[in-house]
C-alpha cells in the first residue's frame, strides 16, 4: 500500500512539473492575453512549478533516513512557495475589480496572515514549534502546527468573501474562475490540518490553477477579437473618409459645366452625387452590416456621376436578382471604383462593368468584372491597398472572402462570398 502510495504521489509530482511548466509556455506566447493577466499567470504557473520541484524532492528524499538535512532544506522551500497560491488571487481580484492594491483593507488582511505564517516558519526552525524533522529523517507536526496551516486557510476564507463582495465589479467569467481555484483549495487547505495531503494539494492548485487560465484567457480571446472587430469597423470609417478628392471636384466641375451645357442632366447628376455622398456618410456611421440594396444603391449613384463625366468610356451592366442579404458597408462601391479606376487604359478604350449576385446553398456571391487591362498581382497601390481593405473586413466581421482573379478573355474578375446566416 505505501508503494502504490509513493508511485501515485511520484506520478501526481511529474505530471505538475511538466503541466506547469507548459502553463508558464503558454502564459508567455499565448498573443491574446493583456500584459497584466500575462504577467500574472507566469508568476503564478513558475510559483507552482518550484513548488512542484520541491514536492518532487521531498518524496525523493522521503524514506532515506540519510537525507534529513536535504529534507528539512527542501520543507523549508515549499512552505516559503505555498503562500504565493494563496496570495496571488488576492492580487488578480483587486486587480480585476478596479481597487488600488496597498490600500485595500482585504491585502492589508491578508498580509497580517502572511505575516503570522512567515513568522512561525522562522521560529519552527529553531524551536521545531510547527514542524520537525528528526535525525533519521521522520516529519513530525508540532503543536502549533494546526494554527500555521489555518493562517493560510483564512487568506483563502478573506479571498473568497472578496470575490463575493465584488461579484458586480468582476466579470461572469472571472468570478466563476476565482471561485473555481478558491473554494476547493480552501476546503482542502482546512482538510491540510488534520491529514497530510501535500502533494494532492498541490496537484489540486496547479490543476484549479490552469482551469482558472483556461477562463481567463478565453475572455481575454473574445475581448481581442471584439477589438479586431471594432478595428475592422473603424477600417470601414477610414475608407469614408479616403473618398477620392479629385473625383469630388471633378463631379463638382462637371456639375458646374453642365448647368449651363444640360440643365436637366445637371440636376440628375446633382442628385446622384447627393445620392453618392450620403450613402458615403450612412456607411461612415454604420457599425454593423448593412443591406445590400443599399451598397447598390450607393454603387449606382456612383457610377451615375462617372458616367456623366466619362460619358461614352463607360458601360456597366447589372445582374442582381439576390440582393436581400447583409454585407460589411462600403464593400461593392469601392470595389466597383477599383475597377472603374483600373479598367480605363490609356488607349481611351472604353470599358465594360459587369456586376452579378448569385446565391448558392451556403453563401451569397457578388463577381465584379471589368475588361480592362487585368489584375497584377505585385501591384501595392491604392486600389490594391482598399481591396485588401475590404478583404480584412470581410473575414473578421462576416467571415467572408474575396477573390481577385484574371479573366481568361482578359480583364479582372472580383468575387465576394457572403455566408448565409440564419437571419439572412
Same mark, same amino acid.
Given at each position: 500500500?505505501?508503494?502504490?502510495?509513493?508511485?501515485?504521489?511520484?506520478?501526481?509530482?511529474?505530471?505538475?512539473?511538466?503541466?506547469?511548466?507548459?502553463?508558464?509556455?503558454?502564459?508567455?506566447?499565448?498573443?491574446?492575453?493583456?500584459?497584466?493577466? %500575462? @504577467?500574472?499567470?507566469?508568476? +503564478? !504557473? $513558475?510559483? /507552482?512549478?518550484?513548488?512542484?520541484?520541491?514536492?518532487?524532492? &521531498? *518524496?525523493?528524499?522521503?524514506?532515506?533516513?540519510?537525507?534529513?538535512?536535504?529534507?528539512?532544506?527542501?520543507?523549508?522551500?515549499?512552505?516559503?512557495?505555498?503562500?504565493?497560491?494563496?496570495?496571488?488571487?488576492?492580487?488578480?481580484?483587486?486587480?480585476?475589480?478596479?481597487?488600488?492594491?496597498?490600500?485595500?483593507?482585504?491585502?492589508?488582511?491578508?498580509?497580517?496572515?502572511?505575516?503570522?505564517?512567515?513568522?512561525?516558519?522562522?521560529?519552527?526552525?529553531?524551536?521545531?514549534?510547527?514542524?520537525?524533522?528528526?535525525?533519521?529523517?521522520?516529519?513530525?507536526?508540532?503543536?502549533?502546527?494546526?494554527?500555521?496551516?489555518?493562517?493560510?486557510?483564512?487568506?483563502?476564507?478573506?479571498?473568497?468573501?472578496?470575490?463575493?463582495?465584488?461579484? %458586480? @465589479?468582476?466579470?461572469?467569467? +472571472? !468570478? $466563476?474562475? /476565482?471561485?473555481?481555484?478558491?473554494?476547493?483549495?480552501?476546503? &482542502? *487547505?482546512?482538510?491540510?490540518?488534520?491529514?497530510?495531503?501535500?502533494?494532492?494539494?498541490?496537484?489540486?492548485?496547479?490543476?484549479?490553477?490552469?482551469?482558472?487560465?483556461?477562463?481567463?484567457?478565453?475572455?481575454?480571446?473574445?475581448?481581442?477579437?471584439?477589438?479586431?472587430?471594432?478595428?475592422?469597423?473603424?477600417?470601414?470609417?477610414?475608407?469614408?473618409?479616403?473618398?477620392?478628392?479629385?473625383?469630388?471636384?471633378?463631379?463638382?466641375?462637371?456639375?458646374?459645366?453642365?448647368?449651363?451645357?444640360?440643365?436637366?442632366?445637371?440636376?440628375?447628376?446633382?442628385?446622384?452625387?447627393?445620392?453618392?455622398?450620403?450613402?458615403?456618410?450612412?456607411?461612415?456611421?454604420?457599425?454593423?452590416?448593412?443591406?445590400?440594396?443599399?451598397?447598390?444603391?450607393?454603387?449606382?449613384?456612383?457610377?451615375?456621376?462617372?458616367?456623366?463625366?466619362?460619358?461614352?468610356?463607360?458601360?456597366?451592366?447589372?445582374?442582381?436578382?439576390?440582393?436581400?442579404?447583409?454585407?460589411?458597408?462600403?464593400?461593392?462601391?469601392?470595389?466597383?471604383?477599383?475597377?472603374?479606376?483600373?479598367?480605363?487604359?490609356?488607349?481611351?478604350?472604353?470599358?465594360?462593368?459587369?456586376?452579378?449576385?448569385?446565391?448558392?446553398?451556403?453563401?451569397?456571391?457578388?463577381?465584379?468584372?471589368?475588361?480592362?487591362?487585368?489584375?497584377?498581382?505585385?501591384?501595392?497601390?491604392?486600389?490594391?491597398?482598399?481591396?485588401?481593405?475590404?478583404?480584412?473586413?470581410?473575414?473578421?466581421?462576416?467571415?467572408?472572402?474575396?477573390?481577385?482573379?484574371?479573366?481568361?478573355?482578359?480583364?479582372?474578375?472580383?468575387?465576394?462570398?457572403?455566408?448565409?446566416?440564419?437571419?439572412?
Amino acid at each position: 500500500m505505501t508503494s502504490l502510495i509513493v508511485i501515485i504521489s511520484f506520478s501526481l509530482a511529474g505530471a505538475l512539473i511538466v503541466m506547469m511548466a507548459l502553463g508558464i509556455v503558454l502564459a508567455v506566447f499565448m498573443p491574446a492575453m493583456d500584459r497584466w493577466n %500575462k @504577467r500574472y499567470f507566469i508568476v +503564478l !504557473f $513558475s510559483v /507552482l512549478f518550484l513548488l512542484s520541484l520541491s514536492c518532487f524532492f &521531498a *518524496l525523493l528524499y522521503w524514506e532515506d533516513p540519510t537525507k534529513a538535512v536535504a529534507e528539512r532544506i527542501v520543507y523549508i522551500f515549499e512552505s516559503m512557495f505555498l503562500p504565493g497560491l494563496v496570495f496571488m488571487p488576492t492580487l488578480f481580484m483587486l486587480h480585476s475589480s478596479g481597487e488600488h492594491i496597498v490600500k485595500s483593507m482585504l491585502f492589508k488582511l491578508v498580509i497580517l496572515f502572511l505575516g503570522i505564517y512567515s513568522i512561525m516558519l522562522i521560529v519552527t526552525q529553531f524551536t521545531g514549534a510547527v514542524y520537525d524533522v528528526t535525525p533519521d529523517n521522520q516529519f513530525i507536526q508540532g503543536r502549533l502546527y494546526a494554527l500555521w496551516v489555518m493562517s493560510l486557510a483564512m487568506i483563502m476564507v478573506l479571498n473568497i468573501a472578496g470575490v463575493l463582495k465584488r461579484r %458586480k @465589479r468582476l466579470s461572469k467569467r +472571472l !468570478f $466563476s474562475a /476565482l471561485l473555481i481555484y478558491l473554494v476547493p483549495m480552501t476546503a &482542502a *487547505l482546512f482538510l491540510h490540518i488534520f491529514v497530510n495531503v501535500e502533494v494532492i494539494l498541490v496537484f489540486g492548485m496547479a490543476l484549479f490553477a490552469l482551469l482558472m487560465f483556461g477562463i481567463i484567457l478565453r475572455d481575454n480571446i473574445e475581448h481581442y477579437m471584439k477589438q479586431q472587430q471594432v478595428i475592422a469597423n473603424q477600417h470601414a470609417d477610414i475608407m469614408a473618409l479616403q473618398m477620392r478628392p479629385h473625383f469630388i471636384c471633378n463631379a463638382m466641375m462637371g456639375i458646374y459645366y453642365l448647368c449651363d451645357q444640360d440643365p436637366d442632366k445637371a440636376k440628375q447628376v446633382t442628385l446622384d452625387f447627393t445620392t453618392y455622398l450620403r450613402k458615403n456618410f450612412a456607411a461612415f456611421a454604420s457599425e454593423s452590416m448593412v443591406p445590400f440594396r443599399d451598397e447598390l444603391e450607393h454603387t449606382r449613384a456612383y457610377l451615375a456621376v462617372e458616367q456623366a463625366q466619362l460619358e461614352d468610356s463607360l458601360f456597366v451592366s447589372f445582374d442582381t436578382p439576390h440582393i436581400l442579404f447583409r454585407v460589411p458597408p462600403l464593400t461593392l462601391q469601392p470595389i466597383v471604383e477599383n475597377a472603374v479606376k483600373h479598367g480605363m487604359t490609356s488607349s481611351n478604350d472604353p470599358v465594360h462593368i459587369s456586376v452579378v449576385t448569385v446565391q448558392t446553398d451556403t453563401a451569397n456571391e457578388i463577381i465584379v468584372e471589368d475588361d480592362g487591362p487585368g489584375f497584377n498581382p505585385v501591384d501595392d497601390d491604392e486600389p490594391h491597398i482598399a481591396l485588401n481593405n475590404i478583404r480584412q473586413r470581410l473575414e473578421m466581421i462576416c467571415k467572408g472572402k474575396l477573390i481577385i482573379s484574371s479573366r481568361e478573355s482578359g480583364g479582372t474578375s472580383v468575387k465576394v462570398t457572403v455566408p448565409i446566416e440564419k437571419e439572412d
